[in-house]
């Protein structure tokens, strides 16, 4: 699954995951998310 996700964008105290497809709107914001990420697999970019 980590693997189709193209990138994950802030929205106030959620996040919005964007996969192949579509975009998931989840109850984590970015900060708990980025946490959570694999450092070898995503980059923090703002």
Partial sequence: MLDDIYYV???RDYAKIHVKGETM???YPLKVLDQ???VRQFVRIH
């Fill in 9 to 11: 964008e802030a929205d």
């Fill in 25 to 27: 709107l989840v109850v």
């Fill in 36 to 38: 959570k990420l694999p």
